[in-house]
């Protein structure tokens, strides 16, 4: 499984940015960057994904570094609701069921937000 | 459009009983994989179900088993329980419509062994 490295925690004030780093340097071509968040006492929760170019959803945004072998999820104006652990994880984006297309969740960044 | 619902949400069983536990896939998704997911720990992939057989597992014996029912609903059932088995237990359901194949998680079932 393709690894990813990131800091395993994170503080940020409220109405401020966030950028969350992540590190995979082994990633494959076929490899898409997806980002899951898991707030207290709740299952996992889709955040954002992306390829090779940047993507802006209503939740986050997804910056791809040109080789592919970082990436950071901003999130634009951290809230109290935004803490949570994150999790950068990397998945084959051809694959859509078995074991392949299985979400591999490192320890993730547990962010903070303070008023 | 109704999420993942799991339940119970809470269960305490003792060591070498039996546990089934159950979830509602989101409308439409004919995919469903289990995690378990210890303490301070990531999820952890048990194994996938598509068209109601097994279509994947991760590094889980055989006393963990389940079932995709044809309304794409699941069950993860253990044997023999052991006191490592006590985690939260989520499902996660997809589509292979879906570009991404994003997966959405119900809310888990924490279970204790004691």
């Known amino acids: 499984d393709a690894k990813t490295t990131q800091p395993n925690s994170m503080e940020s004030n409220e109405e401020e940015p966030v950028h969350l780093p992540c590190n995979h340097s082994?990633?494959?071509?076929?490899?898409?960057i997806h980002w899951y968040r898991q707030l207290p006492s709740q299952g996992p929760e889709y955040v954002i994904h992306?390829?090779?170019s940047n993507v802006n959803n209503r939740m986050a945004s997804l910056a791809i570094a040109e080789d592919r072998k970082s990436s950071t999820l901003i999130l634009h104006r951290a809230t109290l609701r935004d803490a949570a652990v994150y999790y950068c994880i990397l998945r084959d984006g051809h694959i859509y069921t078995g074991t392949a297309s299985k979400l591999t969740f490192g320890t993730g960044t547990r962010l903070q937000v303070t008023l | 459009e109704t999420g993942v619902t799991q339940s119970p949400t809470h269960l305490i069983k003792t060591r070498g009983q039996q546990v089934t536990l159950r979830c509602s896939s989101q409308s439409g998704h004919n995919t469903v994989s289990w995690y378990q997911q210890a303490l301070g720990q990531g999820p952890q992939f048990i194994f996938q179900y598509y068209r109601e057989e097994e279509n994947g597992r991760g590094n889980f014996p055989p006393r963990f088993s389940g079932l995709q029912f044809p309304n794409y609903s699941s069950e993860l059932n253990v044997n023999a329980l052991e006191l490592d088995d006590s985690a939260l237990y989520l499902c996660a359901s997809s589509s292979t419509a879906l570009v991404g194949n994003e997966q959405f998680f119900g809310p888990g079932t924490r279970l204790t062994v004691l």
């Open positions: 992306g390829l090779t």
């Open positions: 082994t990633i494959s071509g076929t490899d898409y």
